[in-house]
């Protein structure tokens, strides 16, 4: 059983940064491609940006050039570092892992808010 705890959420301005760290229990943490997740109200989940075992990483076009995902194997945490946050970009982010047996495992999430 893999526990995923994000952090880091909060509200900040349009123009901002956030940094949201997501710290994982599971001890074969660098074998694994981690993801970050968001949900906005009334919208379906989405893929923000994920990074693999060998630290490839990619991201959804929104926010291409804004966001950087990043890991400490050592930590066995995965860190996503959003700059010029809009107002667009609220939402509920959730760290993911699927495991060797497709096993999707989430945290509970930390909701992130771009407002004046």
């Known amino acids: 059983q893999v526990q995923l705890v994000e952090s880091g959420g909060g509200l900040v301005p349009p123009g901002g940064s956030l940094r949201l760290p997501c710290a994982a229990s599971t001890n074969y943490f660098s074998l694994y491609t981690m993801a970050w997740y968001r949900q906005a109200p009334g919208k379906q989940r989405e893929l923000v940006a994920t990074i693999s075992s060998s630290g490839n990483t990619n991201y959804a076009d929104s926010v291409k050039g804004r966001f950087t995902i990043s890991r400490d194997n050592a930590k066995k945490t995965v860190l996503l570092q959003m700059d010029s946050l809009k107002p667009e970009d609220t939402a509920v982010y959730y760290c993911?892992?699927?495991?060797?047996?497709?096993?999707?495992?989430w945290g509970k999430g930390t909701q992130v808010t771009v407002s004046s």
């Open positions: 993911n892992l699927v495991d060797d047996f497709g096993i999707d495992y």
